[in-house]
């Protein structure tokens, strides 16, 4: 009787696009563990960069019976509507983006094209389709910009100041709108910064946690930018969690998912050289800051104003007590331990390149 009832379960069956990424990995692990039927849109490129991916992509049991991955670009309207056609999957994660705000300024037609129109264009192929899909939205505390150091909410002002912040402000309103005008499951988890080994070796942490383990086996020194500006860092594996939880509401809702504790720049690379145990004089003068090994009078890292941006979000700071009601979401990961998690993992990481 068990095995009659187990039969008839239907095995889920989702899309994630930007599966490549730090949260698309994680995210096709957990929907893997639950038994989905995971389909993820890669972009061609000339060099192999499936590593954060490579455990399922190598693993014989996993890799074209649970978990496929397709071709195709956010920016191209047939591979996007091919993808749905051909899955109908139960659930879409959007997930691809040009993440990167400083490089929002340099390329702001293509992150509009990719974060903005992307959107639309899995929303209008699910709507053309008339799939019964859910579409879960990666937005971002980006979409706040400026504010001031008050906890940000689902009901917030939005006044980003990036081309990336603005794309994706087009994008958590596409996904309003169509979920009002046509009934759509469709919801924006408004996701403050999450890191984790995985993370983007171009972002704030994962430069300082990669640079100092860099300056520990090779006394190498790096630059940084703005050490001043604040953010709401919390760990990725548990926001993706928060993902699927969204989706498997009975309707969908837009959710702010963060810590609702907030670090400076400064702050994260003070607390990751106090794991190393590395004592530093930190010494400024108009043009830069720079940090002193004290034991051997060695650079550690400077300032330099290349990694600034034109528009600067100083602050953010949120506050996920909805999510909690409507979830039961809440992270566990303090700040310390996601430091020093990722301090960890580098350590090793660039001993064992050495
Ligand atoms: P990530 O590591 O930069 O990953 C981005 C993914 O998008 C990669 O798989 C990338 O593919 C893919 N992608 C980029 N442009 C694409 C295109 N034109 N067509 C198809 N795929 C494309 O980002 P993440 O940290 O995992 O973030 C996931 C999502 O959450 C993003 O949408 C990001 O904007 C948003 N978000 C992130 C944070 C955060 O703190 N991490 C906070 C709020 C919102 P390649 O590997 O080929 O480059
Ligand atoms: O910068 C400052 C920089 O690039 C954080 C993305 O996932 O989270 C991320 O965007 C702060 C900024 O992340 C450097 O000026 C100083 O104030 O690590 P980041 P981000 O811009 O907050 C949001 C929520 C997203 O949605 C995005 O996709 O750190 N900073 N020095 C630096 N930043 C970088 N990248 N590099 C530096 O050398």
């Known amino acids: 009787m068990f095995q009659l009832m187990a039969k008839t379960v239907k095995q889920k069956k989702a899309i994630i696009t930007g599966i490549t990424g730090q949260d698309g990995s994680y995210l096709a692990e957990l929907l893997i563990k639950k038994g989905y039927q995971v389909h993820g849109l890669i972009r061609r490129a000339s060099i192999i960069k499936t590593d954060r991916i490579d455990h399922i992509f190598n693993n014989p049991k996993i890799f074209n019976k649970t978990f496929f991955l397709h071709y195709g670009d956010m920016t191209d309207d047939i591979s996007i509507n091919s993808l749905i056609y051909k899955i109908r999957p139960d659930e879409i994660y959007n997930l691809a983006a040009q993440s990167h705000v400083k490089v929002s300024f340099e390329l702001p037609m293509y992150t509009a094209n990719a974060d903005a129109l992307g959107t639309l264009r899995i929303l209008e192929s699910v709507k053309s389709l008339r799939l019964n899909t859910k579409v879960y939205q990666a937005s971002t505390s980006e979409i706040y910009g400026n504010s001031s150091k008050v906890k940000l909410d689902e009901n917030s002002v939005f006044r980003p100041v990036s081309p990336y912040g603005i794309a ?19 919801c924006n988890g408004i996701l403050f910064n999450h890191e984790s080994p995985r993370r983007g070796e171009t972002f704030v942490t994962r430069k300082i946690t990669k640079g ?137 990481n660039v001993k064992k390149e050495k």
């Not at 994706?168 to 996904?175: A, D, G, N, P, V």
Request: proline fraction near 2%; include cysteine.
């Open 168 to 186: 994706k402000l087009y994008s958590f309103e596409i996904i309003r709108a169509y979920r009002k005008a046509y009934n759509m499951f469709a």
């Open 212 to 348: 100092l383990a860099n300056y520990v086996h090779k006394q190498e020194s790096f630059l940084l930018g703005n050490l001043n500006a604040y953010r709401d860092w919390g760990h990725a594996k548990e926001y993706v969690d928060a993902m699927w939880k969204m989706m498997q509401l009975k309707k969908p809702i837009d959710l702010v998912i963060s810590t609702g504790k907030s670090y400076s720049v400064r702050d994260f690379l003070v607390e990751a050289m106090k794991i190393l145990e590395i004592n530093f004089i930190e010494i400024k003068n108009r043009k830069e800051t720079k940090f002193i090994d004290k034991k051997n009078n060695q650079l550690i890292c400077k300032t330099d104003k290349r990694y600034e941006r034109p528009n600067e979000v100083n602050y953010l700071l949120g506050n996920s007590n909805l999510a909690f009601k409507r979830i039961k979401w809440k992270p566990k990961v303090t700040f310390k331990e996601l430091v020093k998690e990722m301090v960890n993992f580098d350590l090793i």
